[in-house]
T-cell receptor
Framework: DTAVSQTPKYLVTQMGNDKSIKCEQN?????MYWYKQDSKKFLKIMFS???????INETVPNRFSPKSPDKAHLNLHINSLELGDSAVYFC?????????????FGAGSRLTVL | GENVEQHPSTLSVQEGDSAVIKCTYS??????FPWYKQELGKGPQLIID?????GEKKDQRIAVTLNKTAKHFSLHITETQPEDSAVYFC?????????FGAGTTVTVRA
């Protein structure tokens, strides 16, 4: 009964490859996010979708492309992977209400680029 | 945008002692301040939150205080236990976008 599930949990790949990470939530939330956590544990927001529409798009290389086929899914596709893309990527979701967002995070997807 | 600073970056406490983590934020429009706990190999989990119309909130051994004038808020953990060892993140939000602090690694020594 995982609320926010991400696949794969681990991903090891070579520089220059293209890879995707998938996220699904079964909480009925209307907003989903991708966060990147670097080796120093800093959590940086990348994207957010509300009801399939992009609402946050931080300064992220355009090699990163999110896709939300429906409000329960938010996938992240990364082209031409670079060493600096190595990190843990977290998906999160929330039901947007006025003034607060309680985020539910997935367990993370650890990407290692060799 | 919102900028959240968190201190200290690491904190080691003896079991049974208290732990305090402090955060400051920059955007006076921020009105929601959650704290997340991240255990090894897991995603962050909400442990307590406070809104701008409240100065203090307590839930068993954890409490959060907010000073809107000074733009700072703190997490207090009393009677620490080994299972409190984790990375703790503060965050602030004026709307649907949460900005996180850099995290505090808390180690509780038995």
């Amino acid at each position: 009964d995982t609320a926010v599930s991400q696949t794969p949990k681990y991903l090891v790949t070579q520089m220059g490859n293209d890879k995707s990470i998938k996220c699904e939530q079964n909480l009925g939330h209307d907003t989903m996010y991708w966060y990147k956590q670097d080796s120093k544990k800093f959590l940086k927001i990348m994207f957010s979708y509300n009801n399939k529409e992009l609402i946050i798009n931080e300064t992220v290389p355009n090699r990163f492309s999110p896709k939300s086929p429906d409000k329960a899914h938010l996938n992240l596709h990364i082209n031409s992977l670079e060493l600096g893309d190595s990190a843990v990527y977290f998906c999160a979701s929330t039901h947007t209400t006025s003034g607060a967002n309680v985020l539910t995070f997935g367990a993370g997807s650890r990407l290692t680029v060799l | 945008g919102e900028n959240v600073e968190q201190h200290p970056s690491t904190l080691s406490v003896q079991e049974g002692d208290s732990a305090v983590i402090k955060c400051t934020y920059s955007d006076s429009a921020s009105n929601y301040f959650p704290w997340y706990k991240q255990e090894l190999g897991k995603g962050p989990q909400l442990i307590i939150d406070i809104r701008s119309n409240v100065g203090e909130k307590k839930d068993q051994r954890i409490a959060v205080t907010l000073n809107k004038t000074a733009k700072h808020f703190s997490l207090h953990i009393t009677e620490t236990q080994p299972e409190d060892s984790a990375v703790y993140f503060c965050a602030a939000s004026p709307d649907y976008k949460l900005s996180f602090g850099a995290g505090t690694t808390v180690t509780v020594r038995a």
